[in-house]
């Protein structure tokens, strides 16, 4: 069974960058076709894709993020790390990390997440 | 950039069948995930590809398409099947994912 877990911390300070990880049981981030994912969600809002790293390194951002966005690779570790610059309070969300799966038709779906890490902007 | 919408809120009493739609100009050519997230929990997925339920997922939801429309349908509709549902699917000029703005289900 795939399992999931974020780490970080909860509270960053306006302007710093947010660093965070995710480890991965039960399968591999090396494997073919693997695909990790960063998602959020602000408290009482909806749900925003960040972005995806294949297996072999080729990431996809949402554009709406990529200048403040880097992801990696860890295999190591068997983990993926997500890294935002220049938080700010409209940051402040749950921060997701999940396993994507590219079908035919070229969109990804998300069949396993994490429980989500709450990460607090504070000034 | 490109939108998925979906309603804010559908309300059903129990035992009756909610319909969920989602609508996106490119929806005729790509797929649909549907997502069930409960309060202060992680979504999950409940329809992949359009129309196919994962394992583990009850019968009463079943997932369909026509055109730039997809529904997530849910027949006999439980109080615990009260959450909020996403759909999701890609922006080609990335590509990457997008979600809709989720949709509030309330059984009462």
């Known amino acids: 069974q795939l399992q999931l877990q974020e780490s970080g911390p909860g509270l960053v300070k306006s302007s710093e960058t947010l660093s965070l990880t995710c480890t991965v049981s039960?399968?591999?981030?090396?494997?073919?076709?693997?695909?990790g994912a960063w998602i959020r969600q602000p408290p009482g809002k909806g749900l925003e894709f960040i972005v995806n790293?294949?297996?072999?390194?080729?990431?996809y951002y949402n554009p709406s993020l990529r200048s403040r966005v880097s992801v990696s690779l860890d295999r190591s570790k068997n983990q993926f790390s997500l890294k935002m610059t220049s938080m700010t309070a409209a940051d402040t969300a749950v921060y997701y990390c999940?396993?994507?799966?590219?079908?035919?038709?070229?969109?990804?779906?998300?069949?396993?997440w994490g429980q989500g890490t709450l990460v607090t902007v504070s000034s | 950039s490109y939108e998925l919408t979906q309603p804010p809120s559908v309300s059903v009493s129990p035992g009756q069948t909610a319909r969920i739609t989602c609508s996106g100009d490119?929806?005729?050519?790509?797929?649909v995930y549907w997502y069930q997230q409960k309060s202060g929990q992680a979504p999950v997925l409940v329809i992949d590809?359009?129309?196919e339920r994962p394992a583990g997922i009850p019968e009463r939801f079943s997932g369909s398409s026509s055109g730039t429309i997809v529904t997530l349908t849910i027949s006999g509709s439980q109080a615990e099947d009260e959450a909020d549902y996403y759909c999701?699917?890609?922006?080609?000029?990335?590509?990457?994912?997008?979600f809709g703005g989720g949709t509030k289900l309330t059984v009462l």
């Open positions: 999940a396993r994507a799966l590219r079908d035919t038709s070229g969109a990804w779906g998300f069949p396993h």
């Open positions: 039960g399968g591999s981030v090396s494997s073919s076709g693997y695909y």
């Open positions: 790293i294949y297996y072999s390194g080729t990431t």
């Open positions: 490119a929806l005729s050519e790509q797929y």
């Open positions: 590809k359009d129309s």
């Open positions: 999701q699917s890609i922006d080609n000029s990335g590509p990457y994912p997008v």
